[in-house]
């Protein structure tokens, strides 16, 4: 009898490893993110503390009339210190202190390199306190105290009187101001040492030169049309040897000339 020959069975397939579940997934992506910010956040630790990274010079740009060395000790950097121990906008507050100092910046340079930018206050004008002169900068900040205005013209208000004055502030509002602004709008050679501008009740303006002369110049708005002429009006008072009480400039296109007082008034040869 024949007997059927027993077929061997196919080899059952490997079965596929299996897939980690996704939570394990994410969990071991979350450790790997975890070890990489932690790495970068201890470096960045260390770096302030490392010798790379301390204060090796400062350095004072821009100064012409105050010490650099006052600058430098104001920003309270030494040698050794961390560079990013104290912030750039506390060192450039710690500068602006200095009465004389209108902006300042600073930068970090190369190998611990620091470097203290500054813009100076420039004396413009001077004010009678007390007995002695303040200083003023342009926009009326008081950067100085001197026993005599020097060759700065001398600015000041009727009737104001400020009741203090402290160096790095900036003069209270009276008038001052206005005349500050004033010279600036004169013509070239007008200001010289000894001149003297004053801001009247009504807020018009009278200058008086050095040799006495003194010349009405009206409110501030349209001053540089009327005071256009004040070199040559002046040289040919002068010239002339007129003796004059004040001239008149309030009046676009017209001079006032009103003499002084006295038997050498209008002469020539009266002085």
């Known amino acids: 009898m024949a007997t059927s020959a027993a077929h061997p069975q196919p080899a059952a397939a490997h079965a596929a490893e299996p897939l980690p579940p996704l939570s394990r997934l994410n969990s071991v992506l979350l450790l790997l993110r975890f070890g990489t910010i932690m790495a970068v956040a201890l470096a960045a630790a260390t770096l302030p503390t490392s010798s790379l990274f301390v204060v090796r010079s400062v350095q004072v740009r821009g100064t012409a009339h105050i010490p650099a060395g006052e600058v430098a000790a104001l920003a ?23 009465p004389r ?20 206050r420039i004396p413009y004008a001077a004010f009678l306190f007390e007995g002695r002169y303040l200083i003023l900068d342009r926009s009326g900040v008081v950067i100085d105290d001197r026993p005599s205005a020097g060759t700065l013209p001398v600015v000041s208000a009727a009737g104001f009187a400020p009741q203090w004055a402290r160096l790095g502030d900036r003069l209270p509002v009276g008038g001052v101001e206005r005349a500050l602004a ?49 070199p040559e009006i002046l040289a040919a008072v002068r010239t002339r040897g007129f003796v004059v009480e004040y001239l008149d400039l309030r009046f676009a296109g017209n001079v006032v000339m009103k003499p002084a007082p006295g038997p050498a008034a209008g002469e020539a040869g009266g002085r």
């Open 182 to 230: 004033a010279l600036g709008r004169l013509p070239a050679g007008v200001v010289v040492p000894g001149t003297r501008l004053r801001v009247e009740s009504l807020g018009d303006l009278v200058l008086f030169t050095p040799d006495g002369i003194a010349v009405r110049l009206g409110p501030l708005r349209g001053l540089e049309e009327r005071a256009a002429l004040m």
């Open 101 to 120: 100092i209108a902006r300042a910046a600073v930068r970090v340079g190369r190998g611990g390199q620091i470097v203290i930018r500054v813009a100076e």
């Open 76 to 98: 309270g950097l030494r040698r050794g210190d961390r560079l990013f121990s104290i912030p750039a906008s506390e060192i450039v507050a710690r500068v602006r202190r200095h």
